[in-house]
């Protein structure tokens, strides 16, 4: 029996927790934080949103409710991963821990308080809350590579990898796409079989490589520096070679245009007057992430594509309420909210 049968039962049993299209849509009706959290508790967020409303203003507790619920669910994939299917999906859930570590490393730069970078820092994996505490107790970067050395964390070895370039450019971007790096990079290094699930697990992979690095492009289109691109199983992809080699950003939407993204670029377009105001773009490929991860669950029900799938799916319903709520809190439209949620029933 392969080693995602049972894990992918459990995980079509949790789907059955995620909120209908019909409920997000109806959160977009209410006036106020609270009218949105008080729907909630008739929802598989009831019990944390019910603690967290106790003890917080609506906002925020909203926001540490659906993080732990998001962090609850990753937490019982884990422990029930097993067999080979486990160190492929710690490679996929590694993405949380990233964010994470990326999270505190900007609050550190910005010399932010400890709580106000635990305030920003979502769900994790393999990484515990007291790590994160520890992290972002430090005073500076070089600390928290350290620390992280110490631990034996592949992530502090990936950050030291990046030191002297974080120093030449007085950024952290060498120091964050290092930590992707990595990150792809190890997963790669797991298809020793040749098991048709490893191929579907090279196939998301590559997906979300290749779509971080269409954004990339757009950031770094007209600057005097390439873009730095994930390394993709199989190589770049011919819209990713032609958007790095593009000169200004209407040569790269046209680009754009001439792609599989052309709806994407149709609905986000508006918000792109110049480079750096990417945001709604980077969002609506969520749509693309979750509709390769759906087809590739139908292809093989047997495979960590439907891990995949859920998890990006929860993902995207927290961002969704997040967005709702934010939205709410600061009267914007029903219409100018709807712009930038995704809807899984669509993928």
Partial sequence: MSD?????ARVCSMRTGLLSRETIEELMTFESVQAVAERLLDTSYRTGLATSMAQREPLRALDIALDES???????????????ARPWIQAFVDDWDVQAIKTVLRGVQRQLSDQTILDGVGPTARLTRRDMEQLAELADIRGIIDLLVSWSSPWGTALKSAWDDYLAEETLVPLEFALDVHRFKAAYALNTS???????????????????????CLISVGGQKPPRLL???????????????????PQATAILAESRFREVLDIALPFMTHI???????????????????????????????????????????????????????????????AGLIFASES
């Fill in 276 to 338: 750096g105001h990417l945001g709604m773009f980077e969002r609506l490929l969520e749509r693309e992430r979750l509709l390769g991860a759906r087809r590739l669950a139908l292809q093989d029900p047997l495979s960590i594509a439907v891990v995949s799938h859920y998890l990006r799916c929860k993902r995207n319903e927290v961002t969704n309420i997040k967005l709702i709520a934010r939205g709410v809190a600061n009267g914007v439209v029903p219409s100018a909210i709807r």
């Fill in 70 to 84: 998001l962090q609850e669910c990753i937490q019982r994939i884990l422990r029930m991963a097993s067999g080979d």
């Fill in 194 to 216: 040749g098991l048709v699930e490893d191929h579907v697990a090279l196939q998301l992979l590559a997906a979300e490589a290749e779509l971080t690095n269409v954004v990339q």
């Fill in 231 to 249: 390394p993709v199983a199989g190589g770049s992809s011919r819209i990713v070679r032609a958007l790095a080699a593009a000169n200004d950003l």
């Fill in 4 to 8: 995602y049968a049972y894990i992918n």
